[in-house]
């Protein structure tokens, strides 16, 4: 069987970004239940106070070298009463991988592109004109969530009580654009020791196509270099408006990932 190279993922960053989101969800008010299990190389996370939630239930890593394992994984996800995705790069994607996932109606369903950027090694672009980008800190995390809202997110005191302490922290780090002096966009970048992963980003409506996702990304490109990171990550809709915006920032192409999931 051929050798697989899902070492070109940041496979625990990922994970430790997916068991964090768990715990910061503001869809329930139910605490955070994610779990984390080694099959190999792969890692499954399963939280099953988040049902549904594929971010929070699905499976990194798998290749040839986790076949195997496969009954293994499918059997905790049963155990645990939720459906698995499979996040596989196509560096893993062997007629062999594909041939296990298939038999098991496991079909594939989107894909997306993950880029990587150093950003020592990179000279963020000139700032854009008519927007300013803020960084939010703990005692802006209420007026965030103010900002949460015009996007439709919807959560109650009692949850924004418990799940206060994730946002605008040093870990979860929140950039807000302004245009004609209104936040209408933001996005943030999760720190894992020297590592970081740029994610959640979003333009209001009536500001996109104005610059402001190329500004927040110039902006988090910014604070990992004086956070001293060694490398950053993102994915992306692939060929997206983000895609090519990430490109123009500097970030390099690393893989393409599909998501995998069970037929209903």
């Known amino acids: 069987m051929r050798k697989s190279s899902s070492t070109s993922l940041p496979l625990q960053l990922i994970a430790n970004y997916a068991y964090f989101n768990a715990a910061r969800s503001l869809n329930t008010a139910l605490p955070s239940k994610c779990e984390r299990f080694r099959f190999g190389r792969a890692i499954a996370i399963v939280d099953p106070a988040r049902p549904g939630n594929a971010m929070c239930n699905r499976?990194?890593?798998?290749?040839?070298?986790?076949?195997?394992?496969?009954?293994?994984?499918?059997?905790?996800?049963?155990?645990y009463g939720q459906p698995p995705q499979?996040?596989?790069s196509s560096d893993d994607l062997f007629p062999e991988v594909v041939q296990s996932l298939v038999e098991n109606d496991i079909s594939a369903s989107e894909a997306l592109t993950y880029l990587n950027l150093v950003p020592a090694e990179v000279e963020p672009s000139e700032p854009i004109a008519g927007i300013q980008v803020e960084s939010w800190e703990e005692d802006r995390a209420d007026d965030f969530l103010e900002l949460l809202k015009t996007s439709g997110v919807a959560c109650n005191a009692e949850i924004w009580k418990d799940r206060r302490q994730y946002y605008c922290t040093d870990i979860f780090r929140t950039f807000v654009a302004n245009c004609d002096g209104q936040a209408c966009a933001w996005a943030t970048l999760y720190v894992d020791e020297d590592q970081g992963f740029l994610a959640n980003a979003f333009t209001l409506p009536d500001f996109r196509n104005r610059g402001c996702h190329s500004a927040l990304l110039?902006?988090?490109?910014?604070?990992?270099?004086?956070?001293?990171?060694?490398?950053?990550?993102?994915?992306?809709?692939?060929?997206?408006p983000s895609h090519q915006n990430c490109r123009r920032a500097g970030f390099d192409n690393q893989t393409v990932v599909t998501l995998w999931k069970r037929d209903a």
């Open 59 to 79: 499976v990194l890593g798998y290749c040839g070298d986790t076949i195997s394992h496969l009954p293994e994984i499918l059997s905790l996800f049963e155990e």
């Open 86 to 88: 499979f996040d596989i």
């Open 218 to 240: 110039r902006a988090r490109i910014l604070d990992a270099r004086g956070l001293e990171l060694q490398r950053v990550y993102t994915d992306v809709l692939s060929g997206s």
